[in-house]
């Protein structure tokens, strides 16, 4: 499955007809194996580009059994000058990142290096290759505290942490280059991603976890004693944060969704992508209990730093110009799917 770049070729041409590859860069991630999936499903072809840092091959021979890989880092300018020469990708699905907020504090450099300086290199290497769509992985987290909830997309960012800053940066760099050089972008930007493919192939797996619905999860297989609740004297009518979960897949079509729109020659778009129904760590270990069937022993600890009280997405932006609607909005759906995967994988991929 895993291929060696060749030597660089013509380049791309400017018209890029269906029947060439997208290419999904972080495939083999949480939120890319599933667009991977989704793709493959509707019979689109693609190349997944994966340095395997936090992704997992397991996920990605689920995904689409047989879809290249190409293992390599999007800083190696010469392996992906090769592999558009090589695939002449029509578009980029752009999921690779580092994505803990927490130790974006501790070592920013890692965050700017491999979220701001990859992804200006893999802009560099499809301008160059003449490959001109990209859909990229934003986030929440650029608009950092809550000024006005729920979120919409005129809200001011301000993130509060590297990891919503680098984000931000590659937006502005997404902006300026559609300014000047005609790359045509959707940005999206994602509330709280959960839950699992519905049959249980695919699902969330990160080490170390750090994410509230597969831990709690851990907590009902007996896997971990407890669940630890980071607060509870937040301004939220239980006292603990609120969040938008919003589900894999439906986050996966949202990529189709925004490709085919930018293919269709609408104009760039930036996006949130949440369900817009808020609930509280209380409430979702509350649902998982009734979902698991399993006691979950809850445990109040102190509160996470950088956590806002609530995060809810506003706007309708994805409705309006995507035409995307969340098909499985509900908390008790998501926490069953998420369940599944977890019972079939109680260590995750590679266990
Ligand atoms: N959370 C928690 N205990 C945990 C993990 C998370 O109470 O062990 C809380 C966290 O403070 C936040 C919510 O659950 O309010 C969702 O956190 P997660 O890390 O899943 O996503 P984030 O909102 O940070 O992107």
Known sequence: MTSSPLRPQAPARADAPRTRPVLIAGGAGYI???TVRHFSALGLPVVVLDNLSTGHRQALERAAPGVELVQ???LDRPALDALFARCQPRAVIHFAARAYVGESVTDPALYYRENVVATFTLLEAMRAAGCKTIVFSSTCATYGIPQRLPIDEQHPQAPISPYGRTKLHIEHMLADFAHAYGLRYAALRYFNAAGAARDGALGEHHEPETHLIPLVLQAALGLRPEIQVFGEDYDTPDGTCIRDYIHVEDLARAHQLALDALEAGQP???????????YSVRQVIEAARK???????ARIVARRPGDPARLVSGGSLARELLGWTPQRPALEDILADAWRFAVAHPRGYDA
């Open 72 to 74: 390599c880092n999007l």
């Open 268 to 278: 760039s778009v930036i996006a949130n992508l949440g369900t817009g129904e808020g």
């Open 32 to 34: 890319g194996s599933h």
């Open 291 to 297: 979902v698991t069937g399993r006691p979950i022993a």
